[in-house]
Nanobody, 125 residues
Framework: VQLQASGGGLVQAGGSLTLACAVS????????VGWLRQAPQKEREYVAV??????????YYADSVKGRFLISRDNAKNTMYLQMSSLKAEDTAVYYC?????????????????WGQGTQVTVSS
């Protein structure tokens, strides 16, 4: 499985940005795609997760981004998007998309099997 993240950049506070994560390779019928971020001198943290499973698809968001960020998916392109709005300076970080090979909600970075290269998001205040 390979992931290619893109879409980062510089945006003013209050603005919007959409990140994309192109997923290639074989995944099981149940898996999850997570967005995690890491700010300077901070640990990597969960932002949002989309769980894909036979019992249905579900999305989860960290409290810090709930109501501002939205996961969407283009099945034809095998791409997951993270739409970010009302951005704040504290959203500044390198954003990663990652795939976990179980269809269960999990926020722990160590429980993701494949990672994209990361894309920088900088929000100026």
């Amino acid at each position: 499985v390979q992931l290619q993240a893109s879409g980062g950049g510089l945006v003013q506070a209050g603005g919007s940005l959409t990140l994309a994560c192109a997923v290639s390779g074989r995944t099981s019928s149940s898996y999850r795609v997570g967005w995690l971020r890491q700010a300077p001198q901070k640990e990597r943290e969960y932002v949002a997760v989309a769980v894909i499973s036979r019992s249905g698809n579900r999305t989860y968001y960290a409290d810090s981004v709930k109501g501002r960020f939205l996961i969407s998916r283009d099945n034809a392109k095998n791409t997951m998007y993270l739409q970010m709005s009302s951005l704040k300076a504290e959203d500044t970080a390198v954003y990663y998309c990652a795939v976990g090979l179980t269809g269960m909600f999990d926020t722990r970075p160590s429980h993701y099997n494949y990672w994209g290269q990361g894309t920088q998001v900088t929000v100026s205040s």
